[in-house]
């Protein structure tokens, strides 16, 4: 045996007004949503039709009225429209096609039982000269009745809410008048807010038919600034320029605004986006592409699929298809500015460089037209990929702001040219280039690979110096790290400290270590190797040539313990407790030689 499933209208209500829509005053949005709607179809009927819509406030502010001289409706579509949950007036039922109107879920009116505990709808259809005039009276528990009502001259339907005392302050005359402003701002006819008989029209653009952002009635030299203008007052934001977008398959026309401020790519912008000339939400965050972060758009569309909280179109095909569209139109605006104004992409890249290389990794012919602008940080200063191949036969980078920190100076200091690969889509855009330009030599470097560009000593300088060599191997073995003798510049940086990748990893396994339990330090063990750090002792110091010849042998190994921590510091390396603990114990020693005079008995052997 079948049976139906039974709605709680009641709760469905609160469902609505508490986790679907975002804003409190949606009732206007989805009653002129309706009213737009109506008026479409009875166009169908009549080319020459102009439509209009009153809202009517009661003089006393407890009720409001939307009127709309649209198609009307039936008994019949009473009954099934305004009655059936999920069920749309818009699927075919109505004259035209669906693409036609605007709402797709049927719930338009469950909006109105947030603000009110009755709704009156009175309608006369315009598809039968005889259609009587109908009311239809619905409550929250779900219950409705219909009957006649005083004939209407005109077709069209009126909806009258009277306010829950809650919702007292969105029936105010200005209240009112700046949602209908907001949703149904550039509705190509008359909205018209009536109150104490006083008439003030809502839309007041002089150019109701024409789009905010049609700039056609300017000279071409004057229209980016007509848009820049505009972008500034709806979006309150600073533009550096405007893009003309259009996508035939959404049916998107309207404007990308380039804003003039860098753009955070951990959130996509949210752009103002009408759905046939009725605002859908100016928050919709999936119109364009996701590397598209650089700007906010100003657009209408006739043919994209909104969520049913309309804020955001639905992930099909169509919106994918958009997507690459005006994505084609942002990229066409990015070449015609390199190839006609240098200069003024140029300041577009101090804006935006992260979202333009994110593009170029989706795009090869966009990375081989833009990749020698972008800014790169290397260990000279900060440079293009231009300026940088124009010193260098091949590229080095770092993967890691890290490992970038520990080998720029000394790095530099050899006359090695490292770019700092560590920022966001930074090594990938490098390896990327090694694909796409096979003679340009391209590699990874490592704190580990520079250590083999500094010169050693001398066979018998090494014999020489083995007895210092076991000292500072001594104090570094419980950190896995094992000392050099180099020379190398800057002369006056007295150690070097190098670590790998592996290496690296087993230091913060050893500091997880530190702080985990029983359980999970035998877990942590297993992620170790067998990679091994290097303190490299600069032999070219002063310092470290008296260091490795000083009788004192305690004294040694408080100022290997200092330098060890010094270069961890200075390779911007975190510090466990261990090596804190040694820094203390190091530093107190060398205050007490320094204080008491004290020299250790141990000697070199």
Partial sequence: MDHRFQINLT?????????????????????????????????????????????????????????DNGIGLTEAEMHRFLAVIGESSKRGEWVGQTQ?????????????????????????????????TLRWSGRPDGTYDIGEAPPRTEPGTSVRLVCKPAFQHLFSLDTLRESAQHY?????????????????????????????????????????????????RMLGAEIFDAIPLEST??????????????????????????????????????????????????VNCTDLHPTAARNAFSEDDKLRLTQAELGHCLRRYL????????????????????????????????????????????????????EYLKRNQQILY????????????????????????????????????????????VRSVQPSDISHELQGLSPDQEARYQPFLKVAATVLEPFDCRPKLKIFEPADLPTLFISNRE??????????????????????????????????????HTLIRRLA??????????VIQVLYVQSLLMGHYPLGRSELAMMSDGLSGLLEWSVMGTKGTATWH
């Fill in 549 to 558: 010849q000083h009788p004192d042998l305690a004294l040694v190994e408080r």
């Fill in 100 to 132: 036609d109107y605007i709402g797709q879920f049927g719930i338009g009116l469950l909006a109105c039982f947030i603000v009110a505990d009755q709704i009156e709808l009175v309608s006369r259809s315009a598809a039968d000269a005889d259609a009587p």
């Fill in 398 to 441: 770092t993967q890691k702001v890290d490992e970038f920190r520990q080998i720029a100076q000394i790095a530099a200091a050899q006359h090695i040219d490292v770019i700092n690969g560590g920022y966001i889509y930074d090594a990938e855009l490098l390896a990327r280039h090694g694909e796409l330009f096979p003679l340009v030599p």
């Fill in 249 to 298: 398959v959404g049916g998107v026309d309207g404007i990308a605004f380039v804003l003039a401020r860098a753009s955070l790519q951990s959130g996509r912008n949210r752009h103002h986006v009408y759905l046939k000339r009725m605002l859908l939400s100016d928050s919709v965050d999936n119109l364009l592409p996701s590397w598209a972060f650089f700007v906010r758009c100003i």
């Fill in 184 to 232: 149904g701002g550039i509705l190509p006819w008359p909205i018209d807010l009536v109150h104490l008989g006083q008439n003030n029209r809502v839309n007041t653009s002089e150019r109701i038919d024409a789009f905010p952002w049609d700039a056609s009635h300017l000279p071409h030299t004057q229209q980016r600034q007509y848009w820049i203008e505009l972008g500034e």
């Fill in 503 to 540: 290496a690296t990893i087993n230091r913060q396994v050893d500091h997880c270590t530190e702080v985990a339990d029983d359980l999970w330090q035998g877990v942590l063990v297993q992620l170790q190797s067998e990679a091994k750090s290097e303190l490299c002792f600069n032999f070219g």
């Fill in 11 to 67: 709760g469905l209500i609160d469902l609505l007004s508490n986790h679907l829509y975002t804003r409190p005053d949606v009732f206007v949005r989805e009653l002129m949503q309706n009213a737009t709607d109506a008026i479409h179809a009875r166009c169908q009927l009549a080319p020459q039709h102009q439509g209009s819509i009153h809202i009517h406030l009661d003089d006393d502010a407890q009720a409001v009225t939307f009127v």
């Fill in 335 to 386: 070449i015609n500015l390199a190839e006609q104004e240098p200069q003024r992409l140029q300041q577009l890249l101090s804006y935006h460089h992260v979202a333009l290389k994110a593009l170029a990794l989706e795009d090869d012919e966009f990375f081989k037209l833009f990749a020698q602008w972008f800014p790169l940080e290397t260990n000279y200063g900060n440079t293009t990929l231009q």
